[in-house]
């Protein structure tokens, strides 16, 4: 997965959570080829808005795309998939931040039918990997966006 999509530490932390039970992390493939993933959250959120207004709804987190692959459906794939799995397990909502300057990534959730919820803007933290390992973080801004999940069958 690295070498397509980078960020060795990200992966690993993500991976070690989800053997804890922590979260999933999801990848799409082509062929023997990440190309996108996304990190659903299980745990509480961190941010206490979120704990407040939407306790016990899972988050998705990191939804990328490699940019020679976008605009290809993957993300609303990955989106689907991660939405079918936490209906599975029986949540009735998940939840996601936003970047406010993502407008893509607006619109997808838009389409998808995703909702912004009524309580503001979210402070939240962006955590950058670099390539040597080291993570920043960075404050970011965020609209939280929800939607209804279609119960399984």
């Not at 407040?52 to 605009?71: N, S």
């Not at 459906?73 to 949540?91: C, F």
């Not at 931040?97 to 959730?109: F, I, K, M, P």
Request: some cysteine.
């Amino acid at each position: 997965m690295v070498r397509s999509l980078g960020q060795e530490a990200y992966f690993a932390d993500r991976l070690g959570k989800q053997d804890t039970g922590h979260g999933l992390l999801l990848v799409a493939w082509d062929g023997q080829e990440p190309v996108g993933d996304v990190y659903v959250w299980l745990a509480p959120a961190e941010e206490p808005e979120l704990r407040a207004h939407l306790p016990g709804v899972a988050l998705l987190t990191h939804l990328e795309v490699v940019p020679w692959r976008r605009k290809q459906g993957i993300g609303t794939e990955l989106l689907w998939a991660a939405e079918d799995r936490l209906s599975a397990l029986g949540h009735e909502r998940v939840a996601l931040g936003v970047g406010l300057e993502n407008e893509d990534a607006q619109r997808l959730y838009l389409r998808r039918g995703y909702t912004e919820w009524p309580y503001g803007q979210v402070a939240t933290t962006e955590v950058v990997y670099h390539p040597d390992g080291r993570h920043e973080l960075r404050p970011e801004r965020c609209r939280i966006m929800v939607r209804r999940l279609a119960p399984v069958s």
